[in-house]
C-alpha cells in the first residue's frame, strides 16, 4: 500500500490543499454532509506527507508513523483510527451546533523523527431531515427490556386486519406490519418514521399469497392494477392512505416512495405502500375505503385495523425496535425515529455535546398540571457552568408590587419551593447566573397558577366541594347548584315558593299551587288552570278546568270534583253522578 502519495485520495469532498512543501505546514479544506455516521473516514493524513522526504525504506511500515489530533477537537468528534492512522468521525456532528471544525494533527515518522502539521477545516453540510426531532405528541413508553426473543414493534395491532364488503364481514388477514413475516413471497419490507409522527411502510411482494389473495380479483378486475384508499380514524379524521399495485400495470408508485429513494426488488410484483399520519394517541383505529363499482352497483369496501403505540425496549426504536438508540447523558430516545431529548446541558444528535446552560426545571414536571393548593419547586440548574453567583428575581403578576432578589451565591444550583403555591406567588421567576468567567446567563419561568385542584374552591383551595345532582365546582363559591337544588352540596330541593337558579326566584302561582323548583311552571291541581292556576270559572271544573259542569237550575258544581252544590231551600235529588234535579 503506497501510504504517502502526495496525491489526494479521499472518501469526501476535498476542497482546498495547499502548502505542499516539507516540513511546512499543511491545510486541508474539506466538507462533509452532518448525518456522516461515526467510524467514517474523514481523512488519510499519510497522504498528504511528502515521502520523498522521509526514508521510503521506513515509509511503509505504519509502526513507524504517529498521528495525533493536537488541537480543535474540543468535543472529541474526531479521532485517529488506531491501526490505519486515518482521521475518523467519532462522535455525531451537528450543523446547527458547530458547522465547522479546525483541527490541527501531527504526523510523525518516529524513526526519522520528522514531523508534519496538518490544519484539517472540516466544514459540516447541512442534511435536511437530520438530525431527527423528538415529538412528545407520539412519545413512546419505554419498555423494560425483558430479554426475552420476543419480537417487539413500537406500534402493536392485534396482529389482524378486517375487510368489509358493504358493512359485510368478507376476511380478516394478517396485519400489514407483520405482513412480511413468515411469507417467503415478501421480499421487501420497509418502514420510514417521519419526524411528524406518521409512520410509511412499504411491502413488496413477488406474489399475493394466503389470506393475501383476497386483494388478487379486487386489484386486477375493477382496480385495473391499482387500489388507493383513503384512510380515516375514528373521529373522521385524515389518517393517510394504503395503495396497492402491481406494478406490472402501474408503477406510479406515492410520491414519499419516490423521496425516500425506496430501492424494490426486481423480482417484486405487487406493492403495499402504508402511509399512516398522526399516530398520537395510544390507541388509533383506523377505517380506510373507498366506493367502487361492480357489476352490479357500487360497493363500500373497506379495510379497518388498530394501532396502539406500545413503545420499544430501553435503547431501541423504529417500527420493529430493531435500531440502536444513540442518546447519551440520560437522554430519552423517541421509539419512532430515536430522536433524543436532552437533559440540560447536553445537545447534539446524541446529547453528547456539554453545552452550558441556565435552565429551570418545575418539579413536579412540565406537563402536569398546576393547581393552587399544591406543592411546586422550581430547581435553576447551570450545568457546564463555574457559577460565581446565583440569584432568583421575582417580579410579581400584579405590576404594583415590587420585585424581590433572593441572593444564592456561589451554587451550581437552588431551588424555590412552593409548599403549597398560592395565588399570590403568580409571576415571573428568573435566575441569573454569573459565571466565574464574568460570562452572564438568565432563563424565565412564569408561574400561572389561577386552579384549584378538581373539587376544591375558597382562597387557598382548601374546602371541598362533593357537590351532587351534577352541582359544579366553582372555585370561589363552591357548588353551583343546578336549577332547582340549593345547599352546599346541592342536597336540598328549592324550598316551596322558590326555584330556579340558586332557587333565588319566587313562584308566581296562585291559589297556593306549588311549582316546579327547575323552571318555576306552576303546578295547578284540580279546579286550577292557566299559567298561575286561576280557578276555574263558574260552570267548569276538573283538571286544567276542562270539563263542564251539568248542574242544573243555576247550581254551582264544585270547581274541583264536578259536584252541584245545591241552593238552600230546596229540595235536590242527585242523579247519576253529578246532576242535580228538581226533586
Ligand atoms: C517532496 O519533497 C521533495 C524533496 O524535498 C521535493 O523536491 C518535492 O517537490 C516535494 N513534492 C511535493 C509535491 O511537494
Ligand atoms: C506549524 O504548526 C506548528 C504547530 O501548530 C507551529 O508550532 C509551527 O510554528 C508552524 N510552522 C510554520 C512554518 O508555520
Ligand atoms: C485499537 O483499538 C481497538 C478497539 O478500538 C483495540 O481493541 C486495540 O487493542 C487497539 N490497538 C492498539 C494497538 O491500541
Ligand atoms: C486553523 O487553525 C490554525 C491554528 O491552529 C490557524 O493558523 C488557521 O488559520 C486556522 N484556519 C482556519 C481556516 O480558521
Ligand atoms: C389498544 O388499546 C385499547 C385501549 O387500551 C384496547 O382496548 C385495544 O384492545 C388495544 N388494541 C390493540 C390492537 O392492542
Ligand atoms: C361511499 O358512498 C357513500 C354514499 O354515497 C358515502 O356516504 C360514503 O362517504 C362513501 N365512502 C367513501 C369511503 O368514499
Ligand atoms: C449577584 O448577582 C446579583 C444580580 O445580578 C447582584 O445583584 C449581586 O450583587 C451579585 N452578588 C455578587 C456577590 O456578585
Ligand atoms: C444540586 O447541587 C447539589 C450539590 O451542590 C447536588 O447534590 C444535587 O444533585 C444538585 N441537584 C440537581 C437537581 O442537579
Ligand atoms: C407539600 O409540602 C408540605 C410541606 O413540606 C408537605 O407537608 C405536604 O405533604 C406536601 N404535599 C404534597 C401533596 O406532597
Ligand atoms: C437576560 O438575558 C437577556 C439576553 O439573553 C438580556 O437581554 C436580559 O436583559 C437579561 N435579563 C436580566 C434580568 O438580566
Ligand atoms: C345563592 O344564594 C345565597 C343565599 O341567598 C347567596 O348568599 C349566594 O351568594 C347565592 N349564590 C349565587 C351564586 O348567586
Ligand atoms: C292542561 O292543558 C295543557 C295545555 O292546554 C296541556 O298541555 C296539559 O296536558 C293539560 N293537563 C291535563 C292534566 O289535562
Not at 521510503?56 to 477537537?73: F, K
Not at 423528538?134 to 412519545?139: A, I, V
Not at 398522526?278 to 357500487?298: A, E, Y
Request: aromatic residues 8%.
Amino acid at each position: 500500500m503506497a501510504l504517502c502519495t502526495c496525491g489526494a485520495f479521499l472518501l469526501v469532498q476535498l476542497l482546498y490543499v495547499s502548502g505542499f512543501q516539507p516540513k511546512q505546514n499543511i491545510s486541508v479544506l474539506i466538507e462533509i454532509p452532518e448525518d456522516v455516521s461515526p467510524g467514517s473516514e474523514v481523512l488519510r493524513p499519510l497522504e498528504f506527507v511528502n515521502c520523498s522526504t522521509a526514508n521510503v525504506a521506513y515509509a511503509g511500515n505504519l509502526q513507524s508513523w504517529s498521528v495525533r489530533i493536537t488541537g480543535g477537537d474540543d468535543f472529541g468528534r474526531f479521532q485517529v483510527h488506531n491501526t490505519s492512522l486515518t482521521v475518523t468521525v467519532a462522535a455525531p456532528l451537528d450543523f446547527e451546533l458547530y458547522s465547522r471544525y479546525n483541527l490541527s494533527v501531527e504526523v510523525e515518522h518516529t524513526r526519522e523523527n520528522q514531523n508534519w502539521f496538518i490544519n484539517i477545516v472540516i466544514t459540516v453540510r447541512d442534511v435536511s431531515g437530520y438530525p431527527p426531532l423528538y415529538d412528545k405528541r407520539c412519545e413512546t413508553p419505554v419498555l423494560s427490556d425483558i430479554g426475552g426473543t420476543e419480537d417487539y414493534t413500537v406500534l402493536t395491532s392485534d396482529g389482524t386486519m378486517d375487510a368489509f364488503l358493504n358493512g359485510e364481514h368478507i376476511v380478516t388477514a394478517v396485519d400489514l406490519i407483520k405482513w412480511h413475516t413468515g411469507d417467503p413471497s415478501v421480499v421487501n419490507n420497509v418502514v420510514v418514521m417521519r419526524d411528524d409522527c406518521s409512520v410509511l411502510l412499504l411491502v413488496g411482494m413477488t406474489t399475493l399469497i394466503g389470506r393475501k389473495a383476497f386483494l388478487a380479483p379486487w386489484l386486477h378486475g375493477f382496480g385495473a392494477g391499482r387500489l388507493e384508499v383513503q384512510c380515516h380514524y375514528k373521529n373522521r379524521k385524515d389518517a393517510g392512505k394504503m395503495t396497492l399495485l402491481d406494478i406490472s400495470f402501474d408503477n406510479n408508485l406515492p410520491r414519499w416512495v419516490q423521496e425516500s429513494r425506496i430501492k424494490i426488488d426486481e423480482s417484486v410484483r405487487y406493492v403495499v405502500a402504508a402511509e399512516l399520519n398522526d399516530v398520537w394517541s395510544t390507541s388509533n383505529r383506523i377505517r380506510c375505503g373507498k366506493n367502487v363499482s361492480f357489476s352490479d352497483g357500487p360497493v363500500l369496501a373497506e379495510i379497518t385495523a388498530e394501532y396502539n403505540i406500545t413503545g420499544c425496549p430501553e435503547g431501541r426504536y423504529g417500527l420493529y425496535c430493531d435500531h440502536d438508540c444513540v442518546c447519551k447523558n440520560g437522554a430519552r430516545c423517541h421509539g419512532f425515529n430515536g430522536a433524543c431529548k436532552c437533559r440540560p446541558g447536553w445537545r447534539g444528535r446524541a446529547c453528547d455535546i456539554p453545552w452550558a446552560e441556565v435552565v429551570i426545571i418545575a418539579t413536579p414536571g412540565d406537563s402536569v398540571v398546576k393547581y393552587i393548593g399544591t406543592n411546586l419547586t422550581l430547581t435553576c440548574l447551570a450545568p457546564h457552568i463555574q457559577v460565581a453567583n446565583m440569584t432568583w428575581l421575582y417580579e410579581a403578576e400584579n405590576k404594583n408590587t415590587d420585585t424581590e432578589m433572593i441572593e444564592k451565591g456561589p451554587v451550581q444550583n437552588s431551588s424555590v419551593k412552593f409548599q403549597p403555591i398560592y395565588e399570590s406567588a403568580n409571576g415571573r421567576y428568573t435566575c441569573l447566573v454569573k459565571a466565574e468567567d464574568g460570562e452572564r446567563f438568565n432563563t424565565t419561568f412564569i408561574l400561572s397558577v389561577k386552579e384549584c385542584p378538581p373539587n376544591r374552591y375558597g382562597d387557598v383551595c382548601s374546602q371541598v366541594c362533593d357537590c351532587e345532582y351534577g352541582g359544579t365546582c366553582d372555585r370561589w363559591e363552591g357548588c353551583l347548584c343546578p336549577p332547582g337544588r340549593h345547599g352546599d352540596r346541592c342536597e336540598h330541593t328549592c324550598a316551596p315558593d322558590t326555584f330556579g337558579w340558586n332557587c333565588s326566584m319566587k313562584c308566581n302561582c296562585e291559589n297556593k299551587a306549588l311549582c316546579d323548583p327547575v323552571n318555576g311552571n306552576c303546578i295547578c291541581a284540580e279546579g286550577q288552570w292557566g299559567e298561575f292556576c286561576h280557578e276555574c270559572a263558574p260552570g267548569i271544573f276538573g283538571w286544567n278546568c276542562s270539563m263542564k259542569c251539568h248542574c242544573l237550575n243555576n247550581a254551582s258544581c264544585d270547581a274541583v270534583n264536578g259536584s252541584c252544590i245545591c241552593a238552600a231551600g230546596r229540595v235536590w235529588r242527585v242523579l247519576s253522578g253529578r246532576l242535580c234535579t228538581q226533586g
